[in-house]
């Protein structure tokens, strides 16, 4: 059986974990250990400082803003495999957290801190949590297969390109 390699980055910070014996996904919680988020407005990012209450640290987004979310870890997948990043449907519902390449990938090479890309897809600024499960990953095996040159031709009776199937 192939293993994930694990390396937090943070102390405290602990592999990413499934709620269920059932689930598919892996839960992502937001780490705000390190201190900075990185911001983006109008697609230039900019470090921003991680504030801190009562509750903890957490980062605050404006409408419409994006960042790149920390996870405090790196990891290995085994060749062969992805990591498909995507919504956890429970913060998709309740909050207004959007995850902007969604699904994205991170490929079995990937050598940086794991981080998700998210906006405040609201019209109030948003505020997520150090803790906080922020996106769910999916593991995929994948193929690679060469491209041959050659000629296309029709295999089907299917014409016209998108939404030719009908409704």
Not at 7 to 18: F, N
Not at 77 to 101: F, M
Request: hydrophobic share 35%.
């Amino acid at each position: 059986m192939s293993a994930i390699l694990f390396e937090p980055l943070h102390p405290g910070v602990e592999p990413p974990r499934r709620a269920t014996a059932a689930s598919a996904g892996h839960d992502l919680a937001c780490c705000l250990a390190g201190g900075v988020v990185r911001v983006f407005v109008h697609g230039v990012g900019t470090p921003r400082p991680v504030g801190r209450d009562a509750t903890g640290a957490h980062i605050t987004l404006a409408p419409g803003e994006k960042a790149l979310l920390p996870l405090g870890f790196k990891a290995r997948l085994p060749e062969g495999y992805e990591a498909q990043v995507r919504p956890r449907s429970g913060t998709a519902l309740k909050t207004d957290l959007v995850i902007v390449n969604s699904p994205g990938t991170i490929d079995a090479d990937y050598p940086d801190e794991w981080c998700v890309p998210v906006k405040n897809g609201g019209t109030a600024p948003l505020t997520v949590r150090d803790g906080e499960r922020i996106a769910q990953m999916v593991l995929a095996r994948y193929e690679v297969l060469p491209f041959t040159p050659g000629t296309v031709t029709r295999t089907t009776d299917r014409a016209g390109g998108f939404g030719s199937t009908g409704r």
